[in-house]
């Protein structure tokens, strides 16, 4: 089965998918292969999320980290052309591989908490997601069908392009689909962070309407 063919949504998997990412009024994530902003803030956020759990990435957003694999995290790649195969760094060709190999983790994972305290291996994020879907554009886009939750962190600016920027990215537009997806307050914040700063910024969290 080729990916465009891949028509399954979260029902289809025995854990909880979600993506978080940081983008601009404009819902753009990335200018020229790195990220238009430095909010030391919200790489703190991002890490507190998804510390613990397995990470899905393109090798666009691999090649856009100074240092990988991130730490404390299962890094899985999506990959055509990589062939990755450490301890925590992974490649893998298609989507159905990538859940294949998430399966494989969770089973041993329970399997692993059976043996020892109940409980351990859930989630300790509050968002109750299992593995994570960090970018880019094209990752995001291909893994949305899948993904229950959405969290985003609202940069309150638009990038101004230049005409040398060449490669500029997107979002997927979950804030202009309020047919399929629902703001959650309770995981989003009331106010925004940071407003005197550079880059004021705001969480806001989507669930998928079932
Ligand atoms: N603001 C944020 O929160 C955020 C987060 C992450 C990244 N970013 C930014 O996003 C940009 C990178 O995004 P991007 O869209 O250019 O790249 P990307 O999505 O990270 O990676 C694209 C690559 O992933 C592989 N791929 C994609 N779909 C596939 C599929 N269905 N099957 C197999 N492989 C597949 C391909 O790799 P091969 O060519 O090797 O086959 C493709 O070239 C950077 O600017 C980065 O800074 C921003």
């Known amino acids: 089965m080729s990916?465009?063919?891949l028509n399954l949504g979260p029902e289809a998997l025995?854990?909880?998918l979600g993506a978080i990412w940081a983008a601009d009024t404009n819902a753009l994530i990335g200018v020229d292969g790195d990220?238009?902003?430095h909010i030391p803030g919200d790489f703190k956020h991002f890490k507190n999320a998804t510390l613990g759990c397995p990470i899905i990435m393109g090798r666009g957003c691999l090649e856009s980290l100074p240092k990988a694999p991130l730490p404390g995290r299962l890094n899985i790649v999506l990959?055509?052309?990589l062939n990755l195969s450490e301890p925590n760094l992974v490649s893998v060709p298609t989507i159905e591989a990538v859940i294949e190999l998430l399966n494989e983790h969770f089973t041993q994972l329970k399997a692993q908490a059976g043996s020892t305290a109940e409980g351990e291996g859930a989630p300790s994020?509050?968002?109750g997601v299992d593995a994570w879907v960090i970018g880019g554009a094209q990752v995001y886009e291909a893994f949305l069908p899948l993904t229950s939750i959405v969290v985003t962190s609202q940069v309150q600016t638009a990038v101004e392009l230049k005409p040398e920027h060449?490669?500029?990215v997107h979002a997927p537009r979950v804030d202009q689909d309020l047919s399929n997806w629902q703001v959650l307050p309770d995981l989003?914040?009331?106010?925004?962070r940071d407003p005197l700063g550079p880059w004021p910024w705001q969480v806001v969290t989507y669930g998928r309407k079932m």
């Not at 989003?188 to 925004?192: C, H, K, L, N």
């Open 14 to 16: 025995d854990f909880t």
């Open 166 to 168: 060449t490669r500029v």
């Open 3 to 5: 990916d465009k063919q």
């Open 35 to 37: 990220l238009p902003w």
């Open 188 to 192: 989003s914040d009331q106010e925004v």
């Open 79 to 81: 990959s055509r052309t």
């Open 125 to 127: 994020n509050p968002y």
